[in-house]
């Protein structure tokens, strides 16, 4: 049963701290996304890659933020320093695009981030 | 810049009664419309995709169809089951980028 991994699933730290939250998209996907959700903003798109490359992060802070594909089975998403108003989930979501007849995003279970 | 507005932000029925979810959107090349459900604590679910004006689909007690501007997700007769927030995703050609409005939340009593 194909689906994206993500973990931590939890992930509780003290601001200021660096958080690394990391995705295993499903095997031959060539797009991953990173999305955040809270209850005020709701789904924020913040980074996405195709076949590895960058194609569009405007969606996130330049200064704390970062966001990388090593290799076709891992994306990274990484805050440093961390602070309160990034308590958030982060969703990572894979997909083929363009292939697949309906264009849908897989998404992973998402890791819930406290800071405080 | 590319926008997605879902209405009502909540929304509680009654078992049976039907009712419609809507979103409009302004995006620049559109490459489909994307309806997912999202659970309490779990990641969003594919539901329908929709390309162009006049496009319906259907499953089970859903029906989703497209305009230019916006798009309807059409519950009959639903069931507590279907107690879940439901989101819209446009996604653009050229690049895929694909974002999502805010979610309606369904509660569906018995």
């Known amino acids: 049963d194909a689906r994206v991994t993500q973990t931590p699933r939890h992930k509780v730290t003290e601001m200021g701290q660096e958080v690394t939250m990391r995705c295993q998209p499903i095997l031959g996907h060539n797009t991953v996304f990173w999305y955040r959700q809270t209850m005020m903003q709701g789904l924020e798109l913040l980074a996405y890659f195709r076949n590895r490359a960058p194609l569009d992060d405007s969606g996130m802070p330049k200064d704390r933020f970062s966001a990388e594909m090593p290799d076709a089975t891992l994306a990274t998403l990484k805050i440093q320093p961390s602070e309160p108003r990034d308590s958030a989930v982060y969703f990572c979501?894979?997909?083929?695009?363009?292939?697949?007849?309906?264009?849908?995003?897989?998404f992973g279970e998402g890791s819930r981030l406290t800071v405080l | 810049e590319d926008q997605v507005t879902q209405s009502p932000e909540a929304l509680r029925l009654q078992e049976g009664e039907s009712s419609s979810l809507n979103c409009s959107y302004t995006?620049?090349?559109?490459?489909?419309l994307f309806w997912y459900r999202q659970d309490p604590g779990k990641g969003p679910e594919f539901l329908f995709t929709l390309y162009s004006a006049g496009e319906e689909k259907e499953k089970e007690r859903l029906k989703a169809t497209l305009t230019k501007k916006e798009s309807f997700l059409h519950i009959t007769a639903p069931k507590p089951e279907d107690s879940a927030t439901y989101l819209c995703?446009?996604?653009?050609?050229?690049?895929?980028?694909?974002?999502f409005g805010a979610g309606t939340r369904l509660f569906v009593k018995a």
């Open positions: 979501a894979s997909g083929l695009v363009p292939g697949t007849v309906t264009g849908e995003l897989f």
């Open positions: 995703a446009v996604q653009r050609t050229g690049g895929f980028k694909t974002i």
């Open positions: 995006v620049s090349g559109l490459r489909g």
